[in-house]
Nanobody, 113 residues
Framework: QVQLVESGGGLVQEGGSRRLSCEAS????????MAWYRRAPGAQRELVAR??????PIYADSVKGRFTISRDNAHTLYLQMNSLKPEDTAVYFC????????WGQGTQVTVSS
């Protein structure tokens, strides 16, 4: 049906930056909503950033001012992460829906202190 593939994860030093990418098998504009979630070790999945087709992006308080969600003109959703902290360490998941409800497999981001 729909595939979402995340990339860009890895080991990052505290205070560093990283950009995650999510490539969808169809246009990002075909979804009513796209988002980034994350699951930290021992924690539940949480919303990081969300963008509706015609709306403004929203961010979790913990990442506001540091992370930016964006999309290109075709198939890719991005998450720009700046001023990274050890507590940002998590598996990051791409989500797309409306219509449907799709998830990527996740990409690991580890921030070292």
């Amino acid at each position: 049906q729909v595939q979402l593939v995340e990339s860009g994860g890895g080991l990052v030093q505290e205070g560093g930056s990283r950009r995650l990418s999510c490539e969808a098998s169809r246009s990002v504009f075909s979804f009513g909503a796209m988002a980034w979630y994350r699951r930290a070790p021992g924690a539940q999945r949480e919303l990081v950033a969300r963008r509706e087709r015609w709306g403004s992006p929203i961010y979790a308080d913990s990442v506001k001012g540091r992370f930016t969600i964006s999309r290109d003109n075709a198939h890719t959703l991005y998450l720009q992460m700046n001023s990274l902290k050890p507590e940002d360490t998590a598996v990051y998941f791409c989500y797309a829906g409306e219509p449907g409800d799709y998830w990527g497999q996740g990409t690991q981001v580890t921030v070292s202190s």
